[in-house]
């Protein structure tokens, strides 16, 4: 078994192993990510209801006067900017698919994919990421905060590369049948034990595998 594959298997022990199945659809994800950016899950979330309650058809939020929409997502911060953007981005889709509705993707290959999600005014890797493996089960990793700390420190990549090229780097050593698996175990083990700034090694499974454990421990000796 691979180190990866070790690491994946020894935190679903701890965490309870990840099922794939899709949390929204596409175009969902992809506002719903919008909405997530510089802001906590529980503003975003709180945000996204809103906005789903108040214009439950995408062509409603398209139509709707840019302030009105910023005042319904207001919770999620960024609101003005927020809400002009989501409005860019649906128009686009609108205009490119006929409606506003990306199940096309899913004939896509990966990389045409996330050339077409990543066409789109304000969607980066990051973003594309997440709809990719969320609503479409590809084996592309979503590098967040917690995955691009947990993997620098377990040595899978360096740290000076950044979250930004951390996905390609990430994407080239994880096996594709447990790239959903190790997004979903990386960030429950970033967000509970291996936390930032002060990890919590004491607790953790994976102190023979770790890198900065390893120098933690050589230093101190
Ligand atoms: S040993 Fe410490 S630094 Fe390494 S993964 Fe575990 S908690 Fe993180």
Redesign the pocket.
């Known amino acids: 078994m691979s180190a990866i594959a070790e690491i994946v298997r020894r935190l679903e022990e701890r965490y309870g192993e990840a099922n794939w199945s899709p949390r929204w659809n596409p175009e969902d994800e992809l506002v719903a990510c919008i909405l997530s950016q510089h802001t906590s899950d529980v503003n975003s979330f709180r945000a996204f209801d809103n906005l789903k309650r108040r214009y439950p058809a995408w062509d409603e939020v398209i139509a709707a006067p840019t302030e009105q929409l910023a005042d319904t997502i207001r919770c999620g911060g960024l609101a003005n900017s927020k809400a002009a953007r989501i409005q860019e981005v649906l128009k686009i889709i609108r205009e490119q698919e006929g409606s506003v509705d990306l199940s096309r993707l899913k004939q896509l290959s990966d990389e045409e994919a996330r050339r077409y999600l990543m066409a789109l005014p304000g969607v980066g890797p990051k973003t594309a990421a997440i709809v990719l493996c969320f609503a479409l089960g590809r084996p592309v990793i979503p590098v967040d905060t917690h995955v691009f700390r ?1 993997a620098w ?2 040595g899978l990549i360096r740290k000076q590369i950044g979250e930004a090229r951390a996905h390609d780097a990430l994407q080239e050593k994880v096996p594709p049948e447990i790239v959903y698996n190790f997004h979903v175990a990386l960030i429950q ?1 970033g967000r509970q ?2 936390k930032a700034p002060v ?3 004491y607790d ?1 499974p ?2 023979d595998l ?1 890198a ?2 390893a120098e933690k421990s050589g230093s101190k000796s």
Do not use: G, I
């Open positions: 947990v420190r377990l083990h034990v291996c990890p919590r090694c953790c994976l102190t770790c900065f454990y």
